[in-house]
Structures are given as structure tokens and as C-alpha cells.
């Protein structure tokens, strides 16, 4: 615990103006991010008698070692910085809202030749208009379902459109009218993108107009006696209506909002989201938050929209923003939303009418949050702290391992062998710590030597860290290029130990990841292995296994630990080998990217005629100059031309294949090189 008053910096080298600030631990990372109109008057408050501070912002100041500062211009910079701080860097004493799942969109995707709609969650996409975010998938699916019989746009995934285009036979939507069916032209591309814009329109909001449109529509074709059409047009009038109903109205029509409550106690705070969109509830979201600092309601709102808007802009932001208490001070949050949107944000409290009504359900389902969190939280947190406990107990530790490492060994036949660190804290999976490691050391199969190899690499880094030389050794075969300790506040690699360290394996690997930390010195954090076959834990030096009960809370924290391992390393695995069965001669040319290497293969049509291009031919392509056409034209000359195919069945020899023209017959799948008796055998 470090007495803030060693690093408190001098009187009068505080400048009094607008900035943000940054304490870090001793290990440099950045713990925590805040602004200020005035620096000086801010982090005074830090430096008072510890007595006198909140229990979290004494915890935090002596978790701290060092304090600095970046001057900005305007409260608005500060705000915007601070945002990008906090995101960067993840400090563990900010406030950080966190998803209980990812919500699901509508999503319109307006950046293709032909639009699509369908279900979308995570990172939204540029070129893409979003709806939403909706509780649940299903919800979207209910409502497109009723939307394309009026606006029957493109719901297929591109391997679909692309195999109706190659077959000319539309698919089943297609058929039965819920689909325009650009696939086999019955729709111009211009025309199918004007029937996307009419679906955006409608979920926007915009519904008085289209449906007076459609009725004025029914009405002339039954005056023209035409009544099949408006008929037609009639069931579309309800089937709108329908998609309408789902999201009652709120609001005045034409009400663009939305509306933040916060429900909180001491230690957590729950937020409720309710975006209205034309009067009507389109969309609902939720976040849950520790309290790890003492903060306000108006802070906690600042947060929320930070997280809400920091990658919003244009319509994503509304017109106006209703919050239980305002940010202090509030104008350059304002001021922020407004550039965020390009044109002026209302954020206010709301005080009477149909928007406080609202606001006080929007509260309702905050409290209601709130408690189901802690609910659910109360009974997982006696379930991790039973299996903690358990655990030390049955391996005899000191105290409960609150940190778990655990490491697994896949290879395929003794190829493309990999390792894998998974990390859980607190009995929960920590994914931002996951390492992944290549065996460089043998070539063989060998998980002993394997697991020794990785145990040995992994804590000669934390070595490393713990004595802050700053960087690794140079020319030290064991460690990959780029694992450089980060110095800029970000969360160092493999800077922090475990308590314990699982290993997949029995006896033999646990001896040897304890023989890799004896030779290392390290004897303060303790080994065991899971063996998968009776799930048996074994202990270094140990002829017998513990046996754990079956229903051990411990054994089934142990048994998810040693799964996950396991199925981050064989994926890990079967990516690179799926990347070797895929790589062919121009993956050999020095510099040549991704881009240019499709480039290349789609102005020659195969990588066979590029082999037999000239350079001038080769310099045609775009972003291909004449040195890099050298190149690659000198190494296709050295790759050899594979064996010609011969048909097993009436000896043909068939056509002279290049690696990557072809991908074997159709649904079969690609296990060229690969002895009949390895396919399937990995571990």
C-alpha cells in the first residue's frame, strides 16, 4: 500500500485549467482516468487526509504510485479524451458499464449492390442502417416476417443468393412473395435498393404517410373495379398495422428520444435505456455497474452516455436525451452531443406530462434490474467462493486460488503443435488474458517437453515484468518477437502470477510444469493437474491422485477451467492447420498482402495462367509495380508444379490442378495431404 503523499507533485506544478489525469500502480498500468475544469483544484481532493476520503477513493490513491496529466483546451476535449482513455486503457477503479448480453438489431445492410435484412449483434458496420436494439432475436424475426409481405427485400445469407443465381431457381421465399427475388432478376438492383429504403423508412418511424399512400392505392383499384389488387393491397394495410401494434405508442408522433434511469445502492448502480423512435418504444438495453468510486447520479448518467454515444453519430444520436439528474456541469455534455449528432441535443430532466410518465416506467425497470442482479449475482458469488474454498482445501493451500492459470497441449499427429494459457479471477473467465503459444523448441510430439517449454516461457516473462527491465533479451529463442512490456499504462502481458496453475494432464505434465518453475526459483505458487480419464487431480511429487467428490463445486470449477483450455487451443490449432493446407505459392512471395494476392488471382483467373504470364503482364494488375512483378514471377518459377491428378477408378490423368484452384468435388470436404488414417485425430 503506497502513502499518496510520495508521489503528490509540488505545489504550483498543477496547471489550473481544463485537462484529464491518469494514476498509475507501480507496475505503470493505468488504474484510473478522470477530467476536470481545473486540474489543480481536482486532484487536490486526492492528496487530503486519508481519513477524510471516501473508502474507494482511499483504496484507489494508495493502490496508486504515480499521478500525471494532459492539458486540453475545453471542458469538451477533456470529455472526449477521457472517453478514449477509459476505453483504451480499462482502468479497474473507473465506472464501466457492463452488457448482460449482447442485444440483438434489425439491420438493413444499404452497403451491398443488394440490400439485406437481417439479425445483427456486436460492432456495428459502416454502410449498415441499424433498428433497435430489440430483448430478443425473435422479436426482429416477427416483425420482418409481417414487413415483407409489403416490402419484400433480400433476407438470404451471399451463399444462397449466389447459388439461385448460378441455378436461376429463386428460394422458397421467392416463391411464396416474401422475397422480390433480385437473385434471378426479377428485380432491378436500383429497384430492390428503393424497396430497402421504403423498409428503413418504415422502421424509422415514418408509417402515417406510406400507410395513407397504400389506402388511397386500395381505394382507387376498387373504384376501378380492379378488387384482387385491393385486396391485396388490403391485407398489406394489415399486415403493417400489425408490425405497428408491436410497439405501442408512447409518445407524441414524431418524438425522436431517449430515456436513461439509473437505478442504484452502495455498491452497484443498474441503467435502463428506452429509445423512442416516431413515438414508439423501438428499442430497450440495460448495463449493470460496481460502484468502485464514490460518484453521483449525474456522473453515473455522464458514463452511460459516454458509453451510449462514444461511437454513435448522425441519427444514431436523437434529437433529445431524457436523464433522471444532469451531468455537473452539463454544458459540455451537451455540447459533445451535439457534435455527435451534427445538430443540436436537448438533455434534460423531464418534470411532467407523457415523458415523465415514461420515465418513471423506464425507472421501474431499472429497480427491477437492479434486484435481479444482485438475485443472480448473491447466489453466483456463494457458488464461486464455495468452489474457491474447496479447492484450497483439497490441494492444502494457504488461501483460495483467486487467480487460476490453466494450460493445455494440442497438436495434430504431432504437427502443428500449440499451447494455450486460459486465466479465470474470482472463478470467472478473464478472456482478455487468454495467451496462445507455438512450440518452436522440437518438432515432434512430446506434451511433457511441450508443457515444460510453455511454463518456462510464460513466467520468464512475468520474471521479467516483476524486475521492470523494461524489455526482453534479445536473440532468447524461447520468447517470439514483439512481446515487449507495454509502458504506455496498458495491461502488461503475463505481468501478474497465478495462485495456481492447472495443467491438462496427469502425473508427467504436472511434474513437468513444477520442474520448469523450480528452475525459474519460483516455489510461491502452487501445481496441479486434471487427468481427463477419471478426472483425477494430481499433485507434484505425489504417487496418489486427490479424488474429489463428483458433485465438488471445486471439481466442477476445475473441470470448466480445463475445458476451456482445451477449446482454446485446439482451435488455435486447427486454424493454423487450416491455414497450411490453404497456402499455395504466392503465399511464399516476400510482401505480398491478402489483397493483392486476390488480385492477382482474379485478373489471371488461376494461379497455373499467372505462372505462365510474363512480367509485363504480371505489372498490368493494379497496385503490382515491376520489382514486385519480378518477384513473384521468380517465385513461382521456383515452387514446383504439383503432380498431375490421376482418376483412382479408370487411371485418366486428369488436368494439372494448382494448389488453391480447386477445392475438391462439391459438399466434400478438403483433406488433401492428409493420410486417411490422421483425418479426425487431433488433440
Known amino acids: 500500500m503506497a502513502d499518496p503523499s510520495s508521489y503528490r507533485p509540488k505545489p504550483g506544478q498543477i496547471p489550473d485549467s481544463p485537462g484529464v489525469y491518469r494514476f498509475r500502480d507501480e507496475h505503470r498500468r493505468v488504474i484510473y482516468v478522470g477530467k476536470a475544469k481545473s486540474l489543480r483544484q481536482r486532484l487536490a481532493n486526492y492528496f487530503q487526509d486519508l481519513a477524510g476520503l471516501h473508502p474507494r477513493t482511499r483504496s484507489m490513491v494508495t493502490t496508486a504510485a504515480s499521478v500525471e496529466w494532459t492539458v486540453v483546451s475545453t471542458e469538451v476535449e477533456a470529455l472526449q479524451l477521457e472517453y478514449s482513455w477509459i476505453k483504451e486503457y480499462d482502468p479497474r477503479f473507473n465506472v464501466k458499464y457492463r452488457d448482460d448480453k449482447s442485444y440483438p438489431y434489425l439491420a438493413v445492410t444499404m452497403n451491398e449492390e443488394f440490400p439485406r435484412v437481417q439479425v445483427m449483434r456486436g460492432h456495428k458496420k459502416k454502410g449498415v442502417r441499424y433498428f433497435g436494439p430489440y ?97 391485396r393491397l388490403r391485407d398489406d394495410i394489415e399486415a403493417l398495422r400489425k408490425a405497428m401494434e408491436k410497439n ?111 420515465m418513471e416506467t423506464v425507472e421501474r425497470n431499472a429497480q427491477q434490474a437492479l434486484v435481479l442482479h444482485k438475485t443472480k449475482r448473491a447466489s453466483d458469488l456463494t457458488t464461486r467462493s464455495r468452489a474457491l474454498e474447496e479447492i484450497a482445501e483439497a490441494l492444502d493451500l494457504d488461501s483460495a486460488p483467486l487467480r487460476i ?29 487468454y495467451r496462445r503459444f507455438q512450440i518452436k523448441s522440437f518438432e515432434g510430439q512430446d506434451d511433457v517437453r511441450s508443457m515444460h517449454e510453455v511454463i518456462s516461457r510464460r513466467f520468464r516473462r512475468y520474471l521479467a515484468e516483476k524486475e521492470r527491465t523494461g524489455e526482453w533479451a534479445d536473440g532468447d529463442p524461447a520468447l517470439p518477437d514483439g512481446a515487449l512490456t507495454e509502458e504506455d499504462g496498458r495491461p502488461k502481458r503475463f505481468a501478474y502470477p497465478p495462485q495456481l496453475i492447472v495443467v491438462d494432464g496427469g502425473q508427467p505434465q504436472v511434474a513437468a510444469a513444477r520442474r520448469a518453475l523450480d528452475e525459474l526459483g519460483i ?41 476451456e483450455a482445451h477449446r482454446f487451443a485446439i482451435t488455435y490449432q486447427r486454424s493454423k492447420r487450416a491455414k497450411r493446407f490453404r497456402a499455395g505459392p504466392l503465399d511464399d512471395v516476400p510482401g505480398l498482402g491478402e489483397t493483392r494476392k486476390q488480385a492477382l488471382v482474379k485478373h489471371f483467373g488461376s494461379v497455373k495462367k499467372l505462372r505462365a504470364a510474363t512480367i509485363e503482364q504480371i505489372c498490368e494488375v493494379p497496385g503490382i509495380g515491376r520489382k514486385t512483378a519480378e518477384t513473384i514471377a521468380a517465385a513461382l518459377a521456383e515452387a514446383a508444379p504439383p503432380a498431375p491428378a490421376v482418376n483412382t477408378a479408370t487411371g485418366e490423368i486428369m488436368e494439372e490442378g494448382e494448389p ?24
Request: some cysteine; charged content about 30%; glycine content about 8%.
Open 523 to 563: 516455489d510461491d505458487i502452487a501445481v496441479c493437474g486434471l487427468a481427463k480419464r477419471l478426472e483425477e487431480v494430481w499433485l507434484p511429487d505425489d504417487d496418489d491422485p486427490v479424488v474429489l467428490p463428483r458433485t465438488s463445486e471445486g471439481l466442477y470449477l476445475l473441470q470448466r477451467v480445463r475445458d
Open 135 to 231: 430483448a430478443h432475436a425473435w422479436a426482429i424475426r416477427d416483425t420482418v416476417d409481417l414487413l415483407l409481405r409489403v416490402f419484400p427485400v433480400r433476407t438470404c445469407s451471399a451463399g444462397v443468393f449466389k447459388n439461385a443465381s448460378r441455378t436461376g431457381r429463386p428460394c422458397l421465399l421467392g416463391y411464396i412473395g416474401k422475397c422480390s427475388a433480385p437473385c434471378v432478376e426479377r428485380i432491378s438492383a436500383d429497384d430492390h435498393r428503393d424497396l430497402a429504403e421504403e423498409f428503413c423508412d418504415f422502421m424509422a418511424g415514418r408509417t402515417g404517410a406510406y400507410l395513407r399512400r397504400l389506402e388511397q392505392q386500395m381505394a382507387q383499384a376498387a373504384d376501378e373495379m380492379e378488387y384482387e389488387r385491393a385486396a
Open 405 to 433: 492459470e490453466c494450460f493445455d497441449i494440442s497438436h495434430f499427429q504431432g504437427d502443428d503443435v500449440v499451447a494455450s494459457m486460459v486465466v479465470f479471477e474470482d472463478g470467472l473467465a478473464r478472456k482478455s488474458e
Open 248 to 358: 405501442a405508442v408512447v409518445l407524441a408522433d414524431a418524438t425522436d428520444a431517449d430515456l436513461i434511469a439509473v437505478a442504484e445502492d452502495e455498491l452497484e448502480a443498474a441503467v435502463q435505456i428506452f429509445h423512442v423512435r416516431g413515438g414508439r418504444v423501438r428499442g430497450q438495453r440495460g448495463w449493470v455497474t460496481d460502484k468502485v468510486e464514490e460518484i453521483t447520479t449525474g456522473a453515473l448518467v455522464e458514463h452511460a452516455l459516454q458509453q451510449l454515444y462514444g461511437e454513435e453519430s448522425g441519427d444514431a444520436v436523437p434529437k433529445e436525451v431524457l436523464v433522471p439528474a444532469l451531468p455537473d456541469p452539463v454544458e459540455p455534455v451537451q455540447e459533445w452531443l451535439t457534435g455527435r449528432r451534427g445538430s443540436a441535443v436537448s438533455l434534460r430532466v423531464p418534470q411532467r406530462g407523457d415523458k415523465r410518465a415514461l
Open 660 to 683: 488453391g484452384d480447386t477445392a475438391g468435388p462439391p459438399g466434400e470436404p478438403v483433406t488433401a495431404g492428409v493420410p486417411e488414417e490422421r483425418r479426425g485425430q487431433e488433440t
